[in-house]
């Protein structure tokens, strides 16, 4: 089969389209021709060496996420058949042409959503499901901050939200990613680059805070987050593009009760990760078919431009994410 390769850690231009191994198919296993992939801050990670795989994948092709069609099933595999239309989080391995993957970690594309719409899809809404409503508690009627909504995780999320009737609050560095997440459910939106989260969100409910918050910024958020929040709030911290260090007052912590965890998907044991993409399939994807929650595509490449993808990608300016289409053979 053929891949996109890291050929040594570096800049976008290490990547080369090379055939490797196919893939042996356990079980199981459901071995599935991939139509295309999505990029993830991980990748470009991975690509400079600073985040390898978890046992079982290969470091030098990474993808956390795939849409295609099943050619091959394991002998104790009875969910799938050839021909199925299936999506799937992955550990890596979305950028090949072809991938095996346990048979309870596949979904069902539903059937008004492409391949490109589909591989937009799992790691996204996977991690904000999982953070928002699994570890968190979001209730409806709560309130919610969301960080960087013009994020892949960022637009999943406030559509999550959205769809569980929560009030949601969201930031990002320009007005255009702020309108077009209120077009899909932002209620209160605010542009870091000339605005005060905290101070907006104590306005806006009267001096309380906010319930709940997704943070993919870190460091750089610490203090205004906790000022943000509610009388026992919860924050999860997906991500730490703005530092993973900084002193901190535990004892604002302690006054208003709260509580502050973080997360990792990718490193989780299969059963762990395989129930969550069951309890998302039975609980969203019906959301999916109805519209109420939509895919967020920004640009589409072919997998032979993945150099360029990852290149947009480091701009920041994208909204929602960027998918790998790969060539049909």
Known sequence: MRAAVITAPGGPEVFAIQDV???????????????ATALNRADLLQRRGRYPG?????????????????????ANVRQWKPGDRVMALLGGGGYADRIAVHERMLMAIPANLTFTQA????EVFLTAFDALFMQCGLQPGESVLVHAVGSGVGSAAVQLASAAGCRVFGTAGSEDK????????????????DGDFAQVVKERTDGRGVDVILDVVGAAYWHLNVSAMAPRARMIIVGTMGGAKIEVDLGALMAKRASVQGTLLRARALEEKATLTQTFAKRCLPLFASERLVPVVDRVY?????????????????????VLEHEVR
Request: hydrophobic letters at 40%; zero cysteines; proline letters at 8%.
């Open 21 to 35: 191994e196919d893939p042996s198919v356990g079980p199981e296993e459901v071995l599935v021709a991939v139509r």
């Open 54 to 74: 978890p046992a079982g994948t290969r470091d030098d092709i990474p993808g956390l996420e795939m849409a295609g069609e099943v050619i091959e099933v394991g």
């Open 302 to 322: 072919p997998i032979a431009q993945v150099g360029e993808a990852h290149t947009y990608m480091e701009t920041n300016a994208n909204f929602g994410k960027i």
């Open 178 to 193: 702020l309108q077009r997440a209120a077009e899909l459910g932002l209620n209160v939106g605010v542009n870091y680059h």
């Open 119 to 122: 591989a937009s899809i799992p």
